[in-house]
């Protein structure tokens, strides 16, 4: 006869999500730092153990399970200004042995970044970020089937034919130590459900769910959503070129600010790559826009305590009402610019954790009633630049999009492009929804909570043929 | 080369137990797997950063890995762990194959197209190796780079120069009796260089990549490529005028054509797409398994993607399901004669796997990829191409690109571009840009030139992301009666 915690047991192997409370590397880790902290000026080793587990369903049938058993070693280091990482997956003595001799033999042979100014210095209090960790999570077991069931299900009572998508589960230790009183653990979880519904190859909805508890997590809704707009969109009409008001459904816009909060890193401010550059302190965008990186954000999906470099992770205003505020900083390119780290190493390349944008207190009924000549989207990709530096890029809608006109959704449409500029999307935001959503997906590599945003006057193109 | 240099800084490869991979299929058979197949990886390499003339910092990874894949009654599961021991490999197994039967009311019942099993051993030789190279070394050949820019006099807003080299070793087996090991090195080269005249920016990227030694690298000339890159930039924006509009005739150089054939011909090709198993990611195709032997083109188009073209970016001799590799007619004199297939989608759709199948990593499955593909050349110059048109533009290369998630609606925005007035490349232009639809695009292509060459790529697909080494490229070829529109200027 099996006890109870035996057959919890067996339903955890199945998905792998057991996560042991030490770290397997942890020794490894400690010797590393002894070995290295002799040798070099600023050490970082970041140690994960992640499972994951990923179903893919296709066409309404689950068509891959794939189990990941991770674990990974991140070594910084640094020598007179010499920086060197690596990321190391074998652990044997041997492994670990050669690995830190070429790490020196490495470190000798590259040239010094004089820019370099260090790293940051422990030790630090870390407080606990709530909604993070789901233990919970220890005994999903059968239920990531059970999940992609109901919401295969879901979607098709809702009128899709056909339903794809993936859901992931994840539990993550991760240890960071430094050569500077940094030693800290933290453990994970994280759900992320994503579902594309298709009546027909040219009318479909997609939709996600992201979210760090269990009780966060509601793929059903996720899944009739996605249908409910296939549905919508069904026998679309070609889009026409011209000057549109352009409603944003969450996911697409979040689309759009993943490369405002890219454009904050002060890495790509300095190499050319950002439309912030030289806008410090100036108006960039029109007075509703709020754009808010927060490393501490509950159940934010990149949520972490400490940053690349163990600092601990805060709340940084990029934007507030439409005024460029801040760049994202790690300790050296801080203290190149005389300020202070905002918590967002990369050690060479600051990045956002979770952004935000403003919620206002629109309805959708209310947001559409008020456009004239607009276009409703749903999702976008392949968002390409012509020029990081202005801004100028392109973008494409896919799945449902609708034309409005006078205040009503008129049909849907097909075959269009917004092409435009990143500062003036920022400029023409002109109303925003009250239901934000935090959007995390195939295209989107920073987490961002934004509600339905309305922008005036944005350029559409389209093919000639068409 | 300097004696310093001689020195290893890695192995080629490292040592790899391959009786991991035949512990894993043996495994998995005792446990109930009707199919078993294993990569075990070992990949080694280094990478360089130089931002604005600075070092940014040096990386070198080594990863091994074993990848494995099952089919239980027709159900698919797959274990990925770097974990390398019998114990951990033979936990995940059972996992996993309780992960196939656990999803059995609702799987998809998955079959392989039937295909003989190899015995093969092959590598890619090196005649300078990448290990032999230092640090030192690759890092003095971006500063080389930065100081070629700088000696152009060229103000530049910003310069990004990755350089970064490997070497993966894998070896593939599984329970129908394959055994292939494969050794490849890999070089890449990445730019973004940002250049300002007049108040106004141009921002250009572009890649290099082959399956060789440092021999590649050297005989590349990085830096006159970037010297020549900076100048035409900066021509452009001082003396380039606004583009023309409207319906034109147009010559797009090798770079537009690689990126062209790679958006509306690869991809649209990839049998996953067309069956919706890339829906929810990548996307799916405008094409239907019906439309082998449609005419998307006119009668002087083909494309092939080829794997086999020796140290090319995307070469391989047998894909990630140990499939022979071989050259795939896509379009034949305008019409489509063959899809990119793995070994589902070729059962799916009745017809043999055709070796698309690849891994960017052991920690991914397998799924529908190109490897070099390209429009065939004709036998006619560029200059012939050009001198057959009275009023049009050259377009050498681009900047903004994108296309639809079905492969139809594609854009490409021209950086160094010209007018062609009676068969002759006159002034720079600034920004033209193509916006067309593939069947209009390859349909209006009368001339083909034969100065073929193949760009280098990571192409994204697949959850999670894999990016692929992958050419694309062909000749110059000319478009009649194309609508132009602006880029942003």
Redesign the interface.
């Known amino acids: 006869m099996k006890t109870q915690k035996q057959k919890a047991d067996e339903e955890t ?4 999500n057991a996560s042991k409370d030490e770290l397997p590397q942890k020794e490894i880790s400690e010797y590393i730092l002894k070995r290295l902290s002799k040798k070099a000026d600023d050490v970082v080793l970041t140690t994960v153990n992640a499972n994951k ?7 309404n ?12 070693i991140d070594v910084f280091l640094s020598s007179k200004k ?9 652990f044997t003595k041997e ?1 670990v042995d ?2 830190i001799d ?2 020196m ?3 000798k ?7 370099y100014r260090g790293i940051a210095k422990g030790p630090f209090k870390y407080q606990e970020i709530e909604e993070t960790y789901d233990k919970g999570f220890l005994t999903i077991g ?1 239920k990531g ?1 059970d999940y ?2 109901a919401g ?1 299900n879901e979607s098709l009572k809702h009128g899709a034919k ?1 339903v ?3 859901l992931e589960t994840t539990t993550s230790n991760v240890n960071l130590k430094t050569n500077y009183n940094i030693d800290v653990d933290e453990k994970g979880t994280s759900l992320y459900y ?3 519904s ?1 009546v027909d ?1 040219y009318a ?1 909805g ?1 939709q996600t769910a992201c979210a760090r508890m269990l009780k966060n997590f509601s793929p059903e809704n996720a899944a009739s959503e996605s249908a409910e707009i296939a549905k919508m969109s069904q026998n679309p009409e070609q889009g026409k070129l011209g000057k549109f008001d352009i409603l944003f459904a969450p996911m697409p816009f979040s689309n759009i600010l993943d490369h405002v909060g890219q454009a904050a890193s002060i ?1 790509n401010v ?4 950002s439309c912030l ?1 030289g806008k410090m302190n100036k108006k960039i965008g029109s007075e509703k826009v709020t754009l808010i990186d927060d490393g501490r954000l509950k159940n934010g999906f990149h949520s972490s305590m400490f940053d690349a470099e163990g600092m601990p992770t805060q709340r940084t205003t990029i934007i507030e009402n439409g005024k460029l505020k801040s760049y994202l900083h790690n300790t050296t390119t801080a203290k190149k610019y005389k300020t202070k780290s905002t918590g967002n190493a990369g ?2 390349t600051p990045s956002p954790n979770n952004l935000i944008f403003s919620t206002g207190n629109q309805s959708d009924e209310e947001m559409i009633s008020g456009i004239k000549k607009g276009i409703y989207v749903t999702n976008v ?10 801004g ?5 809608p ?1 799945d449902g999009c609708f034309y409005i006109e006078n205040g009503k959704i008129k049909n849907p449409i097909k ?1 269009i ?1 917004i ?3 990143l500062l003036n999307v920022m400029k023409m935001v002109d109303s925003l929804g009250k239901t934000p959503q935090q959007v995390y997906c ?1 295209e989107i590599d920073t987490p961002v909570t934004t509600p339905k945003v309305l922008v005036k006057g944005l350029n559409i ?6 | 080369m300097k004696k ?1 240099n001689i020195e290893k ?2 192995k080629d490869v ?1 040592d790899m137990d391959y009786d991991l991979a035949d512990f894993a299929i043996e495994t998995a058979q005792k446990h109930g797997a009707d199919y078993a197949e294993a990569r075990l990886e070992s990949t080694e390499g ?1 990478g ?2 130089l ?2 003339g ?12 074993i990848g494995m ?1 099952f089919l239980v009654k027709n ?10 021991d019998k114990k ?1 490999i033979e ?2 197994i ?3 194959i ?3 039967n ?2 059995k ?4 019942k ?1 079959e392989f197209a039937k295909e003989p099993s190899y015995k093969a051993n092959y590598q890619v030789k090196e005649k300078i190796k990448l290990a032999d190279i ?3 070394e690759k ?1 003095s050949l971006l ?1 080389e780079i930065q100081k070629k820019i700088a000696q152009t006099k060229v103000r ?5 120069l990755s350089l970064s080299t490997y070497g993966t070793e894998r070896y593939f087996t599984n329970n129908e009796g394959s055994r292939i090991i494969s050794k490849i090195p890999r070089t890449n080269f990445f730019y ?3 250049v300002e005249e007049k108040g106004q ?3 250009r990227f572009w890649q290099y990549g082959s399956a060789t030694g440092w021999e590649y690298v050297k005989e590349m000339n990085y830096p006159e490529i970037l010297k020549t890159d900076v100048l035409a930039l900066s021509s452009t924006l001082k003396n380039g005028k606004r583009a023309p509009t409207g ?1 034109l005739d147009v010559v797009c150089g090798p770079q537009v054509v690689g990126i062209m054939v790679h958006e509306s011909v690869g991809h649209p090709y990839e049998a996953d797409r067309i ?3 890339e ?3 990548a ?2 195709s405008f094409l239907s398994p019906d439309k082998i032997g449609y005419k998307i083109g006119s009668d002087v188009v083909n494309v092939v993607d080829d794997p086999t073209i020796e140290n090319s970016y995307g070469y391989y001799l047998y894909d990630d399901e140990g499939v022979k590799a071989r050259p795939k007619n896509l379009i034949k004199n305008g019409v489509i004669t063959e899809f990119l297939h793995n070994r589902s989608t070729a059962a799916e759709l009745g017809v043999k796997s055709n070796a698309a199948a690849r891994v960017t990593h052991y ?1 991914r ?1 397998p799924i529908v990829r190109m490897s070099n593909t390209m429009v065939v050349p004709g036998d006619q110059t560029e200059e012939e191409l050009i001198s057959g048109i009275k009023n049009g533009i050259y377009m050498k290369n681009f ?8 492969r ?4 490409y ?1 021209g950086s160094e571009s010209y007018l062609i007035k009676n068969g002759q490349i006159t002034d720079p232009i600034k ?1 033209p840009a193509i ?3 593939t069947p ?1 695009l390859w349909s209006s292509v009368d001339g083909v030139a034969k100065n073929t060459e193949l760009h280098a790529g990571s192409c994204g697909k697949g ?3 894999q990016a692929i080494p992958v050419l694309f490229g062909g000749p110059s070829i000319r478009l009649r009666n ?2 132009l ?1 602006l ?2 200027i």
Request: some cysteine; overall charge positive; aromatic content about 10%.
């Open positions: 192997n199945v998905f792998g587990t990923q179903i893919k369903f296709v066409n049938k689950i068509s891959n399970i794939t189990n990941w058993n991770a674990t990974s010499r920086l060197v990482t690596t990321t190391m997956k074998a492994d050669k690995a070429t790490l033999k490495f470190v042979n590259t040239k010094p970044n004089k820019e059968e089937i992609v069931e295969i056909r794809s998508g993936v994503s579902v594309r298709l190859k479909s997609h890495f300095e190499s050319g790559l550059g050690i060479i990709w392949y968002t390409r630049f012509q020029n990081y530096s202005t100028d890029f392109s973008t494409i896919r075959g492009r092409s435009d500029n195939w193109t389209k093919p000639n043929t068409a | 310093k800084y890695r490292v280094d360089f950063l931002k604005n600075i070092p940014q910092v040096s990386g070198f990874d080594l990863i091994k890995g894949r159900a698919m599961s797959s274990f990925c762990t770097n974990v390398l951990s936990e995940g059972i996992k996993a309780k992960s196939a656990a999803s009311r609702i799987n998809e998955i230092g640090p030192d890092i500063y530049t807003m910003g310069t990004y973004y260089v940002t920016s141009a921002q319906n069956l919706g198993r829906a929810a990611q996307g799916e920690d499955e900047m903004e690109w994108n296309i639809d998630d079905k139809l609606n594609q854009k925005v920004w916006e067309i639809e209009q959850e999670p992301m194309i609508r529109s880029g942003n």
